[in-house]
Structures are given as structure tokens and as C-alpha cells.
């Protein structure tokens, strides 16, 4: 009798031991393909950097001007970048559907705006990213820019930004 619930122990063990082990192997397959993809994220990114920029130098009369604000976006550290009027229409945005985004977040602006009256820009800090929120000007037109970012920008960054964004803006309005 003690043998047979001896066995009984050692083979529930067992197969309790191979159950788990199946769980984490299935578990580590997920992490690797999702870090997979991610790293092939990126190499796409830097692959279209890289075709940018032998575009311009080989011939600047037909370069495309698409993967600008990605390239701000990128050199910045930021999440994306979009760009909307004042009436919270997106103009330019590194999203792919940036709508909601710029309604919410121009709208808080706004309302922050007739509260405190003149603001120029805003930061938020949502659970780890931050919102940035500023204001510029192209052709006696209020733009909004909204950035997000997992670090915390510096004025000279949010300048430089702003300077940035605004040469590349006249393509698109």
C-alpha cells in the first residue's frame, strides 16, 4: 500500500512538474517573439532613415519629405509627435490615427488656456510618459504640438522641437 501511494505522489508530481514546465516554455516563446518584432520595428525605422538620406544626397529634387516628423520624433526620444490647428484637426502626426489624441489633448490645452489665460505650453506626467503640449505659430496660425515621451524634455529640447516642427510645417499647410 505505501508503494502504491508512492507512486501515486511521485506521478501527480511529475506530471504537475511537466505542466509547468510546458506553461514557461510556451510563456518564453511569447517574450521572444514579441522582442522579435520589436527589434524588427526598429530596423525597419532605421532602415527608412537610412533610404531618407541616400534619397536627398542622390537626388533632393524628388526626395519625399513623409518620414520628416519621424525623424524629429526620433531624435527627440519621443513616443510621437502630432501636430494640430487650433480648432484640434490634425495636420501632421507620427500616428496612425492621431484624431482622438488631438481632439483630447488640444481640448485640455484650450480649457487650460481660458483658466490660466496666455499659456504657451503644458507638460502632464500620465502613470510613466509625459504629455507635452505647446503652442506655435506658421503664417499668423495657432498650431498645437503634442509629444509624448517616456523622459522628461528640457526647454532647449521643447525649443528645438518647436523650431523644427515649424520648418517642416509650410510642406503641409
Known amino acids: 500500500m505505501e508503494n502504491l501511494s ?3 505522489v511521485s506521478l501527480g508530481a511529475g506530471f504537475f512538474g511537466s505542466y509547468h514546465t510546458l506553461i514557461k516554455i510556451k510563456k518564453d ?4 517573439k514579441q522582442e522579435a518584432k520589436d527589434m524588427l520595428e526598429l530596423e525597419v525605422i532605421e532602415g527608412l532613415q537610412k533610404l ?5 544626397s542622390k537626388n533632393p529634387e524628388k526626395a519625399s519629405d513623409t518620414y520628416d516628423l519621424l525623424e524629429i520624433a ?4 519621443l ?3 502630432t501636430v494640430v490647428n487650433d480648432e484640434g484637426l490634425t495636420i501632421i502626426s507620427t500616428l496612425k490615427d492621431p484624431e482622438e489624441v488631438a481632439g483630447q489633448y488640444s481640448g485640455i490645452f484650450q480649457t487650460l ?14 502613470g510613466e510618459e509625459y504629455i507635452y503640449i505647446s503652442t506655435i505659430e506658421k503664417n499668423e496660425m495657432p498650431f498645437y504640438i503634442i509629444a509624448n515621451s517616456y523622459i522628461e524634455m528640457d526647454p532647449t529640447d521643447e525649443n528645438e522641437l518647436q523650431n523644427e516642427v515649424i520648418g517642416i510645417l509650410g510642406q503641409y499647410i
Open 52 to 56: 531618407k538620406s541616400h534619397a536627398v
Open 113 to 126: 488656456n481660458k483658466i490660466m489665460g496666455n499659456v504657451e505650453k503644458t507638460s502632464i506626467k500620465s
Open 6 to 8: 508512492l507512486f501515486t
Open 74 to 77: 526620433l531624435s527627440h526620444d
Open 29 to 32: 516563446e511569447k517574450d521572444t
Open 79 to 81: 513616443l510621437d509627435v
